[in-house]
């Protein structure tokens, strides 16, 4: 689905990318995990067209990512971040990306219902929580049926009930043959989610294979722990 | 209907219930009311707006502008990554702000002064050029602040550089022009002066009103000589021609950086 061959990303004189090498199977959920600053949300952005690549080449389904913007069209995203118009309500807000899209194909609206959202839609959205309006940053990245849905720290700022109830379309959507790509802080959720796993430390891949290779490699039982080994061996090495 | 202007429609909806617009449109009706009830004359009332139009707009387009885009940051990345062009998305944004504003001064000047009527038949022209040149004023200002937001990843620095942006056109601008006045003063200075209203559109605003006016000494140096190039109705159309390319200069250079940008 996804290809990424030497990618490199320079901010001024800081160095985010260092040749990324990377090949995202589709139909599975691929976790990308590493310390802050190790390039996730950019290599995210870059798949977006929201970064360009410094060096290297990117490939979305064979593909080049350059300017043109019509493969978006086949990805779903949910940003860290939830900030909207202010003025706007919700379904306003749902209205107005369904019109950017142009979408005529049937949505995928049931987290609307799932995640109890209805009674918000007509509110305006700068009355909303931080996690409602996460909620509805859930709701327009699947509303599109997604090929490859980019999830960037998903639950942060979810409660537990919607939390789970995203994992679990998570899990609907890979089984329709859905790609999924993650980053998390929580390593404890993304053991009931990834498939696979890319470890990024300092701008490089470390790590990128199945969970049980990983765990089998670091001699770990949980994603958590085998991360940790891997800090701790890279850590080594470095010294 | 493409992309800006879907932008645009849901931009503009969101804008009209922001009570940061209400309030500048109540601004200006209040004060636009104050002058032609205590003024006397409606005459008196436009001259007075023309000053605070030329202090207050640019500076209104500028903040706003530039927090603006800063705020729909996030918003931004969203819509991006739907299949959206980049220059389509920002000649929504950029109208989605520009419209409003504009209709916010146009309607909070115009509806308290035809409420009053004008003194005569006369002052038409003059209070019409005084709208044009203020939603022009506001049309450049704002494609200036996306400028300086879209360039500029640090919100704080943003801002600075934008009110710099304001005191160097409202205010250095002038005091510069008066130095290079007195110290070049016995060297021929009409086509200097004349290049120099030119390059600042604040200038060239205020000349174009002041040239509606019988108010020649208000015209200052750089109105007084361009008086002398361009008499009657091509003074005006220079200057609104002038004011067109200053609308369109930051546009292009804007699109150009969002295009290139790193989000």
């Not at chain 1, 209205?95 to 979408?103: F, H, I, K």
């Not at chain 2, 205590?38 to 436009?46: D, P, R, V």
């Not at chain 2, 959206?84 to 920002?90: D, G, I, K, P, S």
């Amino acid at each position: 689905m996804i290809e990424a061959r030497g990618l490199t990303k320079q901010f001024g004189a800081l160095p985010v990318l260092r040749g990324v090498d990377l090949a995202v199977a589709p139909g599975r959920v691929t976790a990308i995990i590493g310390p802050n600053g190790a390039g996730k949300t950019t290599f995210l952005k870059m798949i977006l067209g929201l970064t360009r690549p410094g060096g290297g080449t990117l490939l979305f389904d064979g593909h080049p990512v350059n300017g043109d913007c019509r493969y978006r069209a086949r990805i779903g995203y949910m940003p860290q971040l939830a900030r909207f118009p202010e003025n706007l309500t919700g379904r306003e807000l749902i209205a107005m990306v369904r019109d950017l899209r142009g979408a005529a194909n049937p949505l995928d609206d049931d987290l609307i219902a799932a995640l109890a959202l209805e009674p918000q839609l007509d509110k305006r959205l700068r009355t909303l929580s931080g996690g409602t309006r996460q909620k509805i940053n859930a709701v327009l990245a699947v509303l599109f049926r997604p090929d490859l849905l980019i999830l960037d720290e998903p639950t942060a700022g979810l409660d537990p009930v919607a939390s789970s109830v995203l994992k679990d379309k998570i899990l609907a959507l890979r089984g329709r043959g859905v790609t999924c790509l993650i980053t998390s802080h929580v390593l404890s959720e993304l053991e009931e989610l990834a498939d696979d796993v890319v470890f990024l430390l300092d701008g490089r891949v470390r790590f990128a294979g199945a969970v049980a290779e990983l765990k089998r490699t670091t001699r770990q039982v949980t994603i958590e722990r085998a991360v940790a080994e891997m800090m701790r061996r890279g850590a080594e090495e470095a010294a | 209907m493409n992309v800006m202007l879907k932008v645009l429609k849901y931009d503009v909806r969101d804008l009209v219930r922001s009570r940061w617009l209400l309030g500048y449109a109540a601004f200006f009706a209040v004060i636009t009311d104050a002058l032609v009830r205590f003024g006397g004359s409606s005459e008196k009332a436009l001259l007075s707006l023309v000053s605070i139009t030329l202090f207050i707009v640019p500076l209104v387009a500028l903040v706003f502008g530039t927090v603006y885009l800063y705020n729909a940051r996030e918003f931004t990345e969203l819509l991006l990554a739907h299949p959206v062009n980049r220059r389509q998305l920002f000649g929504g944004l950029y109208l989605g702000l520009t419209l409003p504003l504009a209709l916010a001064f146009v309607l909070g000047v115009a509806v308290p002064l035809l409420l009053e009527g004008l003194d005569d038949a006369g002052q038409r022209v003059p209070f019409v050029m005084l709208l044009v040149a203020g939603a022009a004023l506001t049309a450049i200002f704002t494609a200036v602040a996306f400028l300086i937001a879209t360039r500029t990843e640090d919100r704080l620095k943003g801002l600075g550089v934008a009110i710099a942006a304001w005191l160097a056109a409202a205010v250095v601008y002038d005091g510069l022009v008066l130095v290079a006045v007195l110290v070049f003063g016995d060297y021929p200075l009409e086509r200097p002066m004349l290049v120099a209203m030119f390059l600042n559109p604040l200038d060239l605003a205020r000349v174009l009103l002041l040239l509606q006016f019988d108010a020649s000494a208000l015209l200052g140096y750089t109105g007084a000589v361009f008086r002398q190039f361009f008499t009657g109705i091509s003074g005006t159309l220079v200057s609104l021609a002038a004011l067109a390319a200053w609308i369109a200069a930051p546009i292009v250079l804007g699109v150009r950086a969002f295009q290139r940008k790193d989000f």
